[in-house]
């Protein structure tokens, strides 16, 4: 049986179990910028074969700082009796009424079965509660399962940053995706 808690307790070991994913597809991103208009596009492709990633920034002080995140009140875990099997941090943001989602996995064994549906409930309910107005998402081009997933729990792509993981992202690398799902005014 799945339970979800609090997030009281972080170690990179419990984040480097949930963070591998696969991706059937991504998206092309397109830019132009005139003087008069900008236009950003993102078109959908299939991949001739599915992308398998895993994130590895979880380093001893991005580990410590999540651990700091957790305290707030605004991370959950959720666990299968004693193990860890998915996991979303999160960081109110006073001066917007905000819910940031720093990370939100799902062991790849636990995937499909409304874990990650719980997750987002549970969040929602605390950022309801404390009268935030919006949860906010970030993602990748190159990660059209998690956009698909995120549309899923209700949130619509509201942003592209063409340069947010580096200077050399736009047109071939890794571009970061915006999605939000509103709570309320």
């Not at 997030?7 to 005139?34: N, P, W």
């Not at 099997?85 to 799902?106: P, T």
């Not at 209700?154 to 050399?168: K, M, Q, R, V, W």
Request: glycine share 6%; net charge negative; hydrophobic share 40%.
């Amino acid at each position: 049986m799945i339970t979800i808690q609090p997030l009281l307790q972080l170690d990179a070991t419990d984040i480097a179990q949930l963070t591998t994913y696969v991706s059937e597809g991504r998206y092309v991103v397109s830019y132009a910028d005139t003087p008069t208009d900008t236009l950003i596009c993102l078109h959908y492709i299939a991949l001739p074969e599915p992308s398998i990633r895993t994130y590895d920034h979880f380093d001893v002080k991005t580990v410590q700082r999540y651990t700091q995140l957790c305290s707030a009140g605004f991370s959950f875990g959720a666990y299968d009796r004693e193990q860890l099997v998915g996991l979303l941090i999160a960081e109110a943001q006073a001066w917007n009424r905000s819910l940031s989602v720093w990370e939100f996995h799902v062991a790849p064994t636990h995937r499909r079965a409304g874990i990650g549906r719980q997750l987002m409930a549970t969040a929602e309910a605390k950022a309801n509660e404390t009268g935030l107005r919006t949860i906010v998402c970030e993602t990748q081009n190159t990660n059209a399962t998690a956009i698909l997933v995120y549309r899923k729990l209700g949130f619509a792509i509201e942003g592209i940053d063409i340069s947010y993981y580096s200077n050399a992202d736009y047109p071939d690398g890794d571009i970061a995706v915006f999605m939000k799902r509103r709570l309320h005014d």
